[in-house]
């Protein structure tokens, strides 16, 4: 079963294989997920965020909708499918990961913690012209 100890402190990580999307633009990132977690008017405390790396995992950036607000999970008992475009800067890259990150106080919380599956990502292949000044087909 899908649970965490509400009083324990945890800052649990997993990172995807590295995904070669060198010739793709358009990319979006698609998974299944539960994450109930805690939250009051004063914050949120136990909850799931989402990173992705462009060198390989070297360095991180955590993802944002298109308002630029940090997604953060929770609230989710129950299997969501969730989907976004991902950023232009993802485009092309060879050395593309995600790092899934669940995070917990030691206070009262929900279960279940942050529970990921089905992860996809998909584009399009840029394409070539075959005759100079011609459209791709």
């Known amino acids: 079963a899908m649970a965490y100890t509400v009083t324990t402190t945890r800052d649990a990580r ?23 977690g805690e939250e009051d008017a004063d914050g949120i405390y136990d909850f799931g965020v989402v990173y992705y790396s462009i ?10 909708d298109g308002t630029n607000n940090i997604l953060i ?8 499918n969730f989907s976004i475009v991902l950023p232009p800067s993802v485009n092309g890259t060879a050395n ?27 584009g399009n292949f840029i394409s070539v012209e075959a005759q100079a000044n011609q459209p791709s087909t």
């Open 14 to 36: 997993v990172t995807t294989p590295t995904l070669n999307a060198a010739g793709m633009r358009n990319l979006s990132l698609s998974f299944s997920y539960v994450c109930n």
């Open 55 to 64: 060198n390989g995992g070297t360095t991180y950036d955590i993802l944002r």
């Open 73 to 80: 999970f929770i609230g989710i008992s129950t299997l969501t």
């Open 96 to 122: 593309l990961k995600f790092l899934f990150r669940w995070l917990n106080d030691n206070s009262i919380g929900n279960n279940p913690p942050f529970a990921i599956d089905n992860v996809v990502v998909t």
